[in-house]
């Protein structure tokens, strides 16, 4: 496989001809819509007719985890076309109350558990401190992480629904813990691994990005990476949102700033354990940027690309963050879009394979993106059960 990056006046037919490609696997590969029109600069995967992996390159080819968080209203047609790249499925997500009683999301989840299973992919319960209002509640975290009485009714709860429905673990995903509640938080964690793993169950627990131990913030305060990663099974690294809805534009996720993370946290944590995330969207965002006036749009990646053929907008490409961006006018108002191709992703799973970390994690995988998980498929050999 190789990236071809759109030249001018270059169509679909033009560069199967000059790669060798086949025209139909183009267009399949790269979710293009009829006619067919392409952006300046936008970068396609292109496998060449009866292309096969040598023996040589067999043998480099490094296992790896891929998971993916999906919402329970993805289409059944995304899922399905999706979990064949996926050693792992984590349903987003399970709530819980004070007492301790498990809030069910509010579609039934078995259908993904069981397609799941079916692909040999694992599925995971995402645990979540979401409130009513749908934002992450450290009031709950609190309440959880300092009562025994409330943990154990949890932890019960966890066992039984985890038993009926046929997940295989738990991801832990609580954001905004308190920095006073940083100790309760990585012993409830430690009590969660060592009561499941006794099922046969996996914890995992999702990680703000650090850049080190005392960094300041609400995000990452409450964040012991050392502790928590001895304490649960391996974890998830959020690597992502540096370019975010209130934010300035720029990428979402910059293969610089991933790094930083990414070394911080083999710091603390082996890499073995370490799987590191990757977005599957992007944000537009109206120019000028106000702050605390501005909102961004958020975006899939192929309908960024669909943007800007339609509103003509080259793709340009930032060396440095490793993703690609395009602005475009619309009413007058002057727009600037970031998001994710194949470049970006070949970025990362680079960065993925240069420390030997133990896989890569899509957030999230509701939108299809064949080529960015065809891409994962060639580089990596996908790790089933």
């Given at each position: 496989?190789?990236?071809?990056v759109?030249?001018?006046?270059?169509?679909?037919?033009?560069?199967?001809?000059?790669?060798?490609?086949?025209?139909?696997?183009?267009?399949?590969?790269?979710q293009?819509?009829?006619?067919y029109?392409?952006?300046v600069g936008?970068?396609?995967?292109v496998?060449k007719?009866?292309?096969?992996?040598?023996?040589?390159?067999?043998?480099?080819?490094?296992?790896?985890?891929?998971?993916?968080?999906a919402?329970?209203?993805?289409?059944?047609?995304?899922?399905?076309?999706?979990?064949?790249?996926?050693?792992?499925?984590?349903?987003?997500?399970?709530?819980?109350?004070?007492?301790?009683?498990l809030?069910?999301?509010?579609l039934?989840d078995?259908?993904?558990?069981r397609?799941?299973l079916?692909?040999?992919a694992?599925?995971?319960?995402?645990?979540?401190?979401?409130?009513?209002?749908?934002?992450?509640?450290?009031?709950?975290?609190?309440?959880l992480?300092r009562?025994?009485?409330?943990?154990?009714?949890?932890l019960?709860?966890l066992?039984?629904?985890?038993?009926?429905?046929?997940?295989?673990?738990?991801n832990?995903?609580f954001?905004?813990?308190?920095?006073?509640?940083r100790?309760?938080f990585?012993?409830?964690?430690?009590?969660?691994?060592?009561?499941?793993?006794?099922?046969?169950?996996?914890?995992?627990?999702?990680?703000a990005?650090?850049?080190?131990d005392?960094?300041?913030?609400?995000?990452?305060e409450g964040?012991?990476?050392k502790?928590?990663?001895?304490?649960?099974?391996?974890?998830f690294?959020?690597?992502?949102e540096?370019?975010?809805t209130y934010?300035?534009?720029?990428a979402?996720?910059?293969?610089?700033?991933?790094?930083?993370?990414?070394?911080?946290?083999?710091?603390?944590?082996?890499?073995?354990?370490?799987?590191?995330?990757?977005?599957n969207y992007?944000?537009?965002?109206?120019?000028?940027?106000?702050?605390?006036t501005?909102?961004?749009?958020?975006?899939?990646?192929?309908?960024a690309?669909?943007?800007?053929?339609f509103?003509?907008?080259?793709?340009?490409?930032?060396?440095?963050a490793?993703?690609p961006?395009?602005?475009?006018?619309?009413?007058?108002?002057?727009?600037?879009?970031?998001?994710?191709?194949?470049?970006?992703?070949?970025?990362?799973?680079?960065l993925?394979?240069?420390?030997s970390?133990?896989?890569?994690?899509?957030?999230?995988?509701n939108q299809?993106?064949?080529?960015?998980?065809?891409?994962?498929?060639?580089?990596?050999?996908?790790?089933?059960?």
């Open positions: 496989m190789e990236i071809y759109v030249q001018p006046e270059d169509t679909v037919d033009r560069i199967a001809e000059e790669t060798g490609a086949d025209a139909a696997s183009i267009i399949s590969t790269n293009l819509e009829y006619p029109r392409l952006a936008q970068a396609l995967l496998s007719k009866n292309e096969y992996l040598t023996e040589a390159e067999k043998i480099r080819r490094r296992q790896i985890s891929s998971s993916g968080y919402y329970p209203f993805i289409s059944s047609w995304v899922l399905e076309q999706t979990l064949p790249y996926l050693s792992e499925l984590a349903v987003f997500s399970y709530g819980f109350t004070v007492e301790g009683e809030i069910h999301p509010t039934d078995g259908g993904m558990v397609e799941a079916l692909t040999e694992k599925p995971t319960l995402t645990l979540t401190p979401l409130g009513k209002d749908g934002h992450f509640n450290n009031g709950l975290v609190s309440a992480v009562q025994q009485n409330v943990q154990l009714r949890l019960r709860n066992v039984r629904v985890m038993t009926e429905k046929g997940y295989q673990g738990v832990i995903d954001e905004y813990v308190l920095p006073e509640d100790d309760y990585t012993a409830f964690v430690e009590k969660t691994a060592n009561l499941l793993n006794q099922f046969g169950f996996y914890v995992t627990v999702a990680l990005p650090k850049y080190s005392n960094q300041q913030g609400l995000l990452y964040m012991d990476y502790s928590l990663g001895q304490a649960a099974n391996w974890v690294l959020m690597t992502y540096w370019g975010y934010g300035p534009p720029m979402v996720a910059p293969v610089n700033q991933v790094r930083r993370v990414v070394e911080y946290a083999l710091s603390r944590i082996p890499a073995y354990k370490i799987c590191m995330g990757i977005p992007g944000y537009d965002w109206p120019l000028p940027f106000v702050r605390g501005t909102k961004a749009r958020t975006l899939g990646n192929i309908e690309v669909q943007m800007a053929i509103y003509g907008a080259p793709v340009q490409f930032d060396q440095t490793q993703s961006y395009f602005t475009y006018w619309q009413y007058g108002i002057e727009h600037q879009v970031w998001f994710e191709d194949v470049r970006s992703y070949q970025a990362k799973y680079n993925a394979e240069e420390y970390l133990r896989g890569v994690g899509i957030w999230q995988v299809l993106f064949r080529a960015g998980w065809e891409l994962l498929d060639y580089r990596f050999q996908i790790e089933k059960k």
